[in-house]
């Protein structure tokens, strides 16, 4: 299997490419890559919380699925440490729709039979992404307002996995 690239080379924000169709003629990408996600909401989902603390992006920017997916893992894991299993509401408000493509050169000997350069250079799928603004929601965390400490601290280590400089800011 290869390696992942870097996240910087997919960082940028590029124009969005989410061509799937159940019609094999009208969908551009054969395969689309599933995200590793595993879920979007965790914790206590029924419970009303009195206050909620929120993870905003400080710049436009592409977020991959596996740092999206690291980010809940962190927050989710502090809540849980903290607040047990019923002590808040974790949602991700971001989805990775964005197909991201690589078109991948071969080096060294022999590699000018394999490859085609640039000729045909539409690439395959590797992966998907978030395509994020300026301002735009990534995580919410909600609590009672005693634990609201607890929340933001979660929130600030899932800031820590994503690729963008963020800030958390508290609603009572």
């Known amino acids: 299997m290869a390696r992942l690239r870097k996240g910087c080379a997919y960082r940028k924000l590029e124009r969005p490419y989410t061509r799937k169709s159940k019609y094999k003629k009208l969908s551009f990408v054969r395969a689309t890559p599933s995200s590793k996600i595993v879920r979007f909401q965790a914790g206590n989902l029924s419970k009303q919380f009195t206050s909620s ?3 905003l992006s400080r710049e436009y920017i592409q977020i991959r699925h596996n740092a999206i ?3 809940r893992l962190a927050a989710n894991r502090y809540l849980e440490k903290n607040l047990g299993k019923q002590g808040f509401k974790l949602h991700i408000r971001i989805y990775p729709h964005h197909i991201l493509r ?3 050169l071969a080096s060294g000997a022999g590699a000018d039979r394999m490859s085609t ?4 250079s539409f690439g395959k799928p590797i992966g998907v992404a978030a395509q994020v603004r300026k301002g735009q929601v990534l995580f919410t965390a909600a609590v009672d307002k005693s634990n609201l400490s607890v929340a933001r601290m979660a929130l600030k280590r899932a800031s820590y ?3 963008c400089s963020s800030m958390v800011v508290v609603q009572e």
């Open 161 to 163: 996995k994503m690729p």
């Open 102 to 104: 690589e078109n991948p």
């Open 69 to 71: 997916e690291s980010a």
């Open 53 to 55: 603390a929120e993870l």
């Open 117 to 120: 350069g640039m000729k045909k």
